[in-house]
């Protein structure tokens, strides 16, 4: 157990911020008033403050979250399997990315993003 706690450590904050966003859509979602009808169009928050954001403001938040989320879990990876050389300034960083971290990255942002906008979808924030 403590070999699984210390491998996944460094990316444990972004999970639990993950875990925060979900918990944050779920609760101004719609949804969760009985009497809203759904139709194609009135998606969106029924909460006052959050009302000026459109549905690109939320797609381009899913998108900048996944992006981040997957840089963080593409370095705890890269960290994990590659040496680390010491080296500082850009010789020190484009020895560090090369072209496994860059698809890992892809891979990892594009998977976070359609489970955000899929998120964002069944809770009617877009539609």
């Not at 966003?21 to 194609?40: A, H, M």
């Not at 500082?88 to 560090?96: A, I, M």
């Not at 594009?110 to 955000?116: N, T």
């Amino acid at each position: 157990m403590r070999h699984l706690t210390q491998r996944f450590s460094p990316a444990l904050p972004w999970f639990l911020l993950v875990g925060g966003i979900v918990l944050f859509v779920y609760q101004i979602s719609p949804l969760r008033d009985p009497s809203f009808q759904p139709n194609s169009a009135n998606a969106g928050t029924l909460v006052p403050w959050l009302q000026f954001l459109r549905e690109d403001d939320w797609v381009l938040g899913a998108a900048v979250l996944a992006g981040i989320l997957g840089a963080r879990l593409t370095a705890a990876i890269y960290h994990r399997h590659r040496p680390v050389r010491r080296q500082r300034g850009l010789r020190g960083l484009l020895s560090r990315v090369d072209l496994f971290s860059v698809t890992v990255w892809l891979v990892l942002s594009g998977a976070m993003w359609v489970m955000f906008v899929a998120l964002l979808l069944s809770q009617l924030i877009i539609d």
